[in-house]
């Protein structure tokens, strides 16, 4: 801990664990630390960083909360800090434009990993903290992934073991009182659902069906859609490329139980398919390698494993990586987002 507070101070970014996946921390506030973390990961300056609080009582020295958000704001924070919820929200200027990419807003949370959490709170100040991987590439949730991502470029990476959720937070923008789902992640929407009701039962008011429908479709979100295991997601985040925590390997999204034949017309011969499949073995074609998300059919031990198995089918010198698509509710609304995005 001593070792990355040092390395920080310095400037320097160094990789850390959070229970989503490893991030590359630097001093939040200081502009010329935050460049060494766009550079190690090669990342453009148009996609702004995320803001790690050391305490609660950050938030208000880093946004600038309007009244009509107060109640929503904090509500969302008794509730999932410290935790996978990044807030996006107007900021405070002593955020260095480098890490919002100019915009008028910061996102920020507060990570629940006691490793992340004891060298922030030790550093004393805010960190800034992207996935630890290389600009495009799959987040890492081991520190091995980071190493192999960032080998050579950065002085320090601590191991705290795999992460919990393996995917990165939920990221909501909260504007005028409203919530916009910009990323899906741990924090479901049936999550955020449960604060707006309990936010209007506080006030001794229960919504109705309409109103909590309309609260959906703010998010983004389509709740009928989510119910009926559909693409339930609309709207997608700003700053967010399409191809993003993308293997090497072409992945193509199969639907369960589909049968597919794929041959490799310069060689002439079958191409080498790997598998990745939600909870049983693959039957969709003859596979040379495959992975099972969770046998169980356990939607947050197959986000929780979804990376590091992306990450060995990438590895196995395959052709192509089919993978099965995923019940789109709950955590399966984060999986199929990342499955799509490394399919694009
Ligand atoms: O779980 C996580 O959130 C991990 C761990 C390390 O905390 N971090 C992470 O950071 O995933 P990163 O940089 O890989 O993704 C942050 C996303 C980007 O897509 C960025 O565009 C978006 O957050 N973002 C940051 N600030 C924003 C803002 N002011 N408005 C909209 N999107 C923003
Ligand atoms: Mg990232």
């Excluded at 946004?63 to 109640?71: G, Q, Y």
Aim: net charge negative; hydrophobic share 40%.
């Amino acid at each position: 801990m001593k070792a990355a507070a040092g390395a920080l101070a310095d400037g320097q970014p160094v990789g850390l664990p959070t229970e989503t996946v490893y991030g590359l921390a630097a001093d939040a506030l200081r502009p010329e630390a935050v460049a060494e973390v766009f550079e190690a990961k090669e990342r453009p300056f148009f996609d702004p960083l995320i803001v790690h609080l050391p305490s609660r009582d950050w938030l208000d020295r880093v946004t600038n909360i309007p009244a009509e958000s107060r109640a929503m704001v904090e509500a969302l924070v008794t509730k999932f800090w410290p935790g996978p919820l990044t807030l996006v929200l107007p900021r405070q200027l002593v955020v260095p434009d480098i890490v919002t990419s100019g915009l008028d807003t910061v996102a920020v949370r507060m990570s629940a990993h006691p490793v992340f959490r004891a060298v922030v709170e030790h550093y004393g100040h805010p960190l800034a903290a992207p996935s630890a991987n290389r600009f495009g590439h799959i987040s890492p949730t081991t520190a091995g992934h980071v190493r192999s991502e960032l080998n050579g470029r950065i002085p320090l990476i601590i191991d705290g073991g795999p992460t919990q959720h393996g995917v990165e937070s939920t990221i909501v923008k909260v504007d005028s009182g409203e919530l916009r789902l910009l990323r899906a992640g741990p924090v479901t929407p049936e999550d955020l659902g449960e604060v707006f009701q309990a936010l209007c039962e506080a006030r001794n008011y229960r919504p109705t069906e309409i109103e909590l429908s309309n609260f959906f479709e703010r998010l983004g979100v389509s709740f009928s859609a989510i119910l009926r295991g559909e693409r339930s997601v609309r709207v997608e985040a700003p700053g967010q490329l399409e191809s993003h925590y993308a293997p090497r390997t072409p992945l193509r999204l199969i639907k369960p139980g589909v049968e597919v034949m794929i041959y490799d017309q310069e060689n002439h011969v079958q191409a080498r398919l790997g598998s990745l499949a939600f909870s049983q073995p693959s039957t969709a074609a003859h596979f040379t390698y495959e992975e099972i998300l969770s046998p169980s059919g356990d939607l947050r031990e197959a986000a929780a494993t979804l990376f590091a198995k992306m990450r060995r089918l990438d590895e196995a010198g395959l052709d192509m990586i089919l993978a099965e698509e995923v019940p789109e509710h709950g955590l399966g609304i984060a999986i199929m987002d990342r499955l799509r995005k490394a399919s694009a």
